[in-house]
């Protein structure tokens, strides 16, 4: 690792069918040869120890650790949650949490809801930010964040992809937007790019499964191609790929307490 140049503040190196940990080795080598960060998200019980086996191995991994769908009961599984947060260094924030509407409004709607008021307990109780998961559902996840204080906690939407007006809202909580590859090529994401303040932005991969970059858009994603993130917002706003870079780097490093 040469030291902390980009932070890919979203993606997933252990996932259902990569458990093992195998695929994730060559991605995270090529990620730190480029100086990137990965904050590699455990949003369930059943990916926490692969992914802290990661961290412990690669010191360029992070884990954001959540319970998305807890293991066995919910109150063991939150207490284990806790437990791990507190013990574990690797562990620098809560997620990733949220609503997902792209599909319509789920039939557990309001065990969903519940979950995220949940997370944003122990994110206060473990003094750790939050990781936001955001399909289409801005304007209920701005409301319970709102009706849960979760200002005194922070954290980041991931994939930002709400209103200019929905984006202010979620800056006056304390939150960081954090932009990927889509956001550089799709138009309204690309106006998103443009308006916003880049002391609240934060550049993310979502690797594997969100497309990449503009210019990788015939590859596979992975972490390393938030270098190419960066170089696609730069692009946007007009301005120099080394502001982008160190500016999304710094917002990183301070939202998640990377440098402690």
Known sequence: MIGIQY????????????ESG???IPRIQRAAEKGVVILTIAQVPRLWEASLKLAKEYDNVFI??????????????????????????????????????RQGK?????????????HIQVAREVN????????????????ILEEEAADDVGGMIHFFTGTPRQAERAIEMGFGLSF???????????????????????????SPMLAPPKLRKSEPNEPSFVVDVVKGIAEIRGVDAEEVRAATTANAVRLFRLDE
Do not use: M
């Not at 994401?189 to 550049?203: D, F, G, Q, T």
């Open 7 to 18: 932070v890919d503040a979203h993606a997933h190196l252990i996932g259902r069918d990569r």
């Open 22 to 24: 195998q695929w994730a």
């Open 64 to 101: 954001i650790l959540g319970a998305s769908h807890p293991d066995g009961s919910r109150l063991e599984t939150f207490e284990k949650l806790v437990r791990t947060c507190k013990e574990e260094p690797s562990v620098v924030g809560i997620g990733e949490i949220g609503l997902d509407y």
């Open 106 to 118: 789920p039939s557990d709607i309001a065990q969903r809801k519940e979950q995220l008021r949940e």
């Open 128 to 143: 750790l930010p939050l990781v936001i998961h955001d399909g289409k559902a801005t304007l209920d996840i701005l409301r």
């Open 180 to 206: 990927g590859g889509p956001h550089t090529y799709a138009r309204p994401l690309r106006e998103l790019v443009r308006s916003l303040p880049l002391n609240r932005i934060l550049v993310e991969t979502d």
